[in-house]
C-alpha cells in the first residue's frame, strides 16, 4: 500500500523549489494543487512560514482565486460555459437538464465557466479540461458518462 505525501512535506519541498520567494506565491499553490490534487489548509502555514510571510495572506491569495481547491476535486469536473453566446445558444437548458440527469453525484462536480473561447461552437464546457463544443444534454452526458470510465 503505498501512502500519500504529507503535504506539508510536499508544499516544504515546492516553496524550496522557488527559492522560498514570497513572489512566487501563485506559482507555489498552483504546483501545490497540481502535486495534490488541491490547496489543503493544513499546507497554508507551511507556506506562510517557508516564505515569511503570514498566513492570512496565503490564505487570501489562495481563497481568491476560484480555481484553488481545498478538498480533492471529484473524479469528473464539468466547467460548463455560462456566458452570453452559449446561454443564446440552449447554455442554460443544457446546464438545467445535465444537473437534473447527474442527480447531485459525488463523482461529478458541474461548475459554471464565463467563456472558454469556444463561442462560435456554442454552447460548450470543458470535461476534465478537454473542450467539449456543439453540445447537447446526450453528448454532454455520454461525455461524462466516458470521463467516469
Not at 498566513?55 to 452570453?84: I, M, N, Q, W
Amino acid at each position: 500500500m503505498t501512502v500519500a505525501p504529507n503535504p506539508e512535506d510536499v508544499a516544504a519541498a515546492i516553496c524550496r523549489r522557488h527559492g522560498d520567494n514570497p513572489a512566487a506565491l501563485l506559482e507555489i499553490l498552483h504546483d501545490l494543487q497540481a502535486a495534490t490534487g488541491c490547496v489543503p489548509e493544513a499546507a497554508l502555514p507551511t507556506i506562510a512560514k517557508s516564505l515569511n510571510i503570514a498566513r492570512a495572506e496565503v490564505h487570501g491569495v489562495a481563497s481568491f482565486y476560484h480555481d484553488f481547491r481545498t478538498t480533492r476535486p471529484p473524479a469528473v469536473v464539468v466547467k460548463l460555459c455560462r456566458a452570453e453566446a452559449c446561454q443564446a445558444m440552449g447554455g442554460e437548458r443544457l446546464a438545467g437538464t445535465v444537473a437534473a440527469a447527474l442527480g447531485g453525484a459525488d463523482e461529478v462536480a458541474v461548475e459554471p465557466v464565463y467563456c472558454l473561447g469556444l463561442c462560435a461552437l456554442a454552447p460548450a464546457a470543458l470535461v476534465n479540461d478537454r473542450p467539449a463544443a456543439r453540445l447537447t444534454a446526450e453528448r454532454l452526458l455520454e461525455l461524462v458518462r466516458e470521463a467516469q470510465s
